[in-house]
């Protein structure tokens, strides 16, 4: 059994070749360096590299497994994958601790006004009758709620905020006031103060936000987005901004990455942008590892993966 790393683990190494002394690792940064002799007998992969791609797995004709170090999966080709009996796990939930982290730092900055705090710094001004706003009793509304939403909807009920969901299932979930089918999309994204999207991409969620659902938004609504950028064209969150349709958004992913030093969002007020980095976080690779040695366990016993598989023809 061969396991190839996409990238270095640091002392992780010497732990899983420790545990599993049946089991050849070789531990590699980047797929483009990895031999062709590994590839062609190379059983699993592990890691994250976006450049990851079918040509690649053309060369691994005994791939069985990808354990993969990201929650979005989007990059990969899925069919390929699903066509040749390609197992894949994901992430999903470790991320979301700093992910969700990350949501309420966001609204927080806001709604305390820590960027016009700041600004007031710079130019040395004092300004005591500045005045915060209270996120108790707002309502926020998760679009998709899965591992991220579902942690960061934990945090803002531990604020009185009103929580609500939309999933494609539309079933009750911990910690939500309400969930809806995102077929409710018109009807319930003009009656909340924060739209959060932490949906995965798919062919359903690429664009799934219009312009015109942004007209129904309220004027005063903050829109955080930590999913996937293709939630919304480029071009039209730029329109969206620039008319003041909503009050501010947090960007931390875009359709088009990375952002071009004269991308003209850039030039908004309206705007915080960060730059993907909302689920970097140091501790990943240690318990995305520990999913990987419980599914390894199992796997090499001959038994079904037990820990964050992904459904090839969902993709997530």
């Known amino acids: 059994m061969k396991v190839v790393s996409l990238f270095r683990l640091g002392e992780l190494e010497d732990e899983l070749v420790e545990k599993f002394p049946q089991v050849d690792f070789k531990f590699i940064k980047k797929a483009k360096n990895i031999p062709f002799e590994d590839r062609q007998s190379l059983d699993i992969l592990i890691g994250y590299d976006g450049e990851l791609d079918e040509s690649f797995l053309k060369d691994c004709p005994n791939l069985k497994w990808i354990a993969w170090y990201a929650t979005g999966v989007n990059s990969l080709p899925l069919d390929y994958l699903k066509n040749h009996n390609i197992k894949l796990t994901n992430s999903r939930g470790v991320q979301a601790k700093q992910l969700s982290e990350f949501i309420l730092a966001f609204i927080l900055d806001d709604y305390k006004k820590m960027r016009t705090s700041f600004i007031n710094q710079q130019n040395k001004v004092y300004d005591s009758k500045m005045v915060g706003r209270r996120l108790s009793g707002d309502k926020v509304l998760f679009l998709g709620t899965g ?48 739209i959060i999207n932490a949906l995965p991409e798919t062919n359903e969620t690429i664009h799934l936000l219009q312009y015109d659902h942004f007209k129904q938004m309220s004027n005063d609504a903050l829109f955080i987005n930590v999913g996937r950028g293709t939630i919304v064209k480029e071009t039209t969150i730029l329109k969206v901004l620039k008319e003041n349709l909503i009050r501010h958004a947090y960007l931390d992913v875009f359709e088009n990455e990375p952002l071009d030093e004269n991308n003209p969002l850039y030039e908004l007020d309206n705007v915080t942008i960060t730059a993907h980095i909302t689920g970097n976080d140091n501790n990943i690779n240690k318990e995305v590892t520990d999913i990987f040695v419980n599914n390894l366990k199992h796997f090499l016993n001959n038994k079904d993966l037990i820990e964050n598989i992904v459904d090839l023809n969902k993709g997530y």
Not at 157 to 165: H, L, N, R, S, Y
């Open 147 to 194: 591992a991220i939403a579902s942690r960061a909807a934990k945090l803002a009920k531990a604020f009185d905020m009103q929580v609500i969901g939309l999933s494609n299932s539309g079933k009750d979930k911990e910690w939500f006031d309400e969930v809806y089918k995102i077929e409710k999309l018109n009807e319930v994204i003009g009656e909340v103060d924060i």
